[in-house]
T-cell receptor
Framework: GDSVTQMEGPVTLSEEAFLTINCTYT??????LFWYVQYPGEGLQLLLK?????DKGSNKGFEATYRKETTSFHLEKGSVQVSDSAVYFC????????????FGSGTKLNVKP | GAVVSQHPSRVICKSGTSVKIECRSL??????MFWYRQFPKKSLMLMAT?????????EQGVEKDKFLINHASLTLSTLTVTSAHPEDSSFYIC???????????????FGNGTRLTVT
């Protein structure tokens, strides 16, 4: 079945450091891939998405590339800020079961000034 | 962009009472909405899929009689936690897609969640 695996957190970085949060997936079909961000006490916000292989999603300095050959969708940012501190979720939606989103376990990011 | 509004954001109730949580799609119609539960330091657990005009589809292990879902219109779904107990305390989040059937590449849009505390 479909699933998403994320790197365990928390990830602690200093401001302006480079960020990578790994995400790999298993899917029976051709999924669309998403990154969501959750700030404390809030719901999830869509950060970026990619709908087919080699697509790159980007938003607010974050990027992720849909890699079919490695079944990965790693999140990156060149220079993190304190305001990026949040929990990040990788997710997929599969055409074979379009009503369901499969979420990773979430990775908490702490950015220190 | 698509906005999902969830109300209330926080609720405290006594054990044995019922609590209703509302989820509205403000600028789009949602034939399907989804209810999630999030435990501390855990990912989201899909509880049920709410279908406008028909019965909700519950995930395995979710009690239908405890978590009543109603989707009376294309913009409103409600989750009622009946006879709440302290173990029902959690963060409940609703979501909806603004795409039609087959729009699997359209994202989910989430409400801001409801923090339920049962004393």
């Amino acid at each position: 079945g479909d699933s998403v695996t994320q790197m365990e957190g928390p990830v602690t970085l200093s401001e302006e450091a480079f960020l990578t949060i790994n995400c790999t997936y298993t899917a029976t079909g051709y999924p669309s891939l998403f990154w969501y961000v959750q700030y404390p006490g809030e719901g999830l916000q869509l950060l970026l998405k990619a709908t087919k292989a080699d697509d790159k999603g980007s938003n607010k300095g974050f990027e992720a590339t849909y890699r079919k050959e490695t079944t990965s969708f790693h999140l990156e940012k060149g220079s993190v800020q304190v305001s990026d501190s949040a929990v990040y979720f990788c997710a997929l939606s599969d055409l074979n079961n379009f009503n369901k989103f499969y979420f990773g376990s979430g990775t908490k990011l702490n950015v220190k000034p | 962009g698509a906005v999902v509004s969830q109300h209330p954001s926080r609720v405290i109730c006594k054990s044995g009472t019922s609590v209703k949580i509302e989820c509205r799609s403000l600028d789009f119609q949602a034939t399907t909405m989804f209810w999630y539960r999030q435990f501390p330091k855990k990912s989201l657990m899909l509880m049920a899929t709410s279908n406008e005009g028909s019965k909700a589809t519950y995930e395995q292990g979710v009690e239908k009689d405890k978590f009543l879902i109603n989707h009376a219109s294309l913009t409103l779904s409600t989750l009622t936690v009946t006879s709440a107990h302290p173990e029902d305390s959690s963060f409940y989040i609703c979501s909806a897609r603004d795409g039609g059937p087959g729009e699997y590449n359209s994202p989910l849009h989430f409400g801001n969640g409801t923090r339920l505390t049962v004393t």
